[in-house]
T-cell receptor
């Protein structure tokens, strides 16, 4: 069974731009969560989607948004990028309330 | 909010045992996880333990859970250089969907 895939793996943007990251979950998994990892703040929860509905949201500004499609694939969007948004963005998929399996991440650099 | 705490760094010699410790605060967690992150990679689920268990063994890995003290540990027997990585403990907040709260991670360095 294929694992969680994330695209792109690396991304360089400039301040003020917006970015969209994509995540394809493990087949059969309908829950997708997103996390931000930075050296200073560690791993922080962004949001979780289940059956195309946002089930929970972390403490991030409204510039961070996401969605989930009917095939369970998910995207997250960050608008008006700031330098502090530079991070590794990790996506995880799971069965409901079950162990989460992570993708390799998208490393975003904001210049 | 709930905090999960870990020591930052651990150095051991190849062949020795490694013990990575974690404390958590949410006593309602039904299970707790250990993840491994190698440089430039995502998180790999190593093992997990249900809250009604005291110990779980999986090959070289042993997880101990002390619910009274809210203390979790991961023991790696016969540590190898390939075990060098950052190890995270995590607890889910089931009341908030499937959100995981992570510790800050313990960097394990294995010297040959």
């Amino acid at each position: 069974k294929a694992g969680v895939t994330q695209t792109p793996r690396y991304l360089i943007k400039t301040r003020g731009q917006q970015v969209t990251l994509s995540c394809s979950p493990i087949s059969g998994h309908r829950s997708v969560s997103w996390y931000q990892q930075t050296p200073g703040q560690g791993l922080q929860f962004l949001f979780e989607y289940f059956s195309e509905t946002q089930r929970n949201k972390g403490n991030f500004p409204g510039r961070f948004s996401g969605r989930q499609f009917s095939n369970s694939r998910s995207e997250m969007n960050v608008s008006t990028l700031e330098l502090g948004d530079s991070a590794l963005y990790l996506c995880a998929s799971s069965l409901p309330n079950n162990e989460q399996f992570f993708g390799p991440g998208t490393r975003l650099t904001v210049l | 909010g709930e905090d999960v705490e870990q020591s930052l760094f651990l150095s051991v010699r190849e062949g020795d045992s490694s013990v990575i410790n974690c404390t958590y605060t949410d006593s309602s967690s039904t299970y707790l996880y250990w993840y491994k992150q190698e440089p430039g990679a995502g998180l790999q689920l190593l093992t997990y333990i249900f809250s009604n268990m005291d110990m779980k063994q999986d090959q070289r890995l042993t997880v101990l859970l002390n619910k009274k003290d809210k203390h979790l540990s991961l023991r790696i027997a016969d540590t190898q250089t390939g075990d060098s990585a950052i190890y995270f403990c995590a607890e889910p907040l089931i009341s908030l969907g499937n959100m995981l709260t992570f510790g800050g991670g313990t960097r394990l360095m294995v010297k040959p």
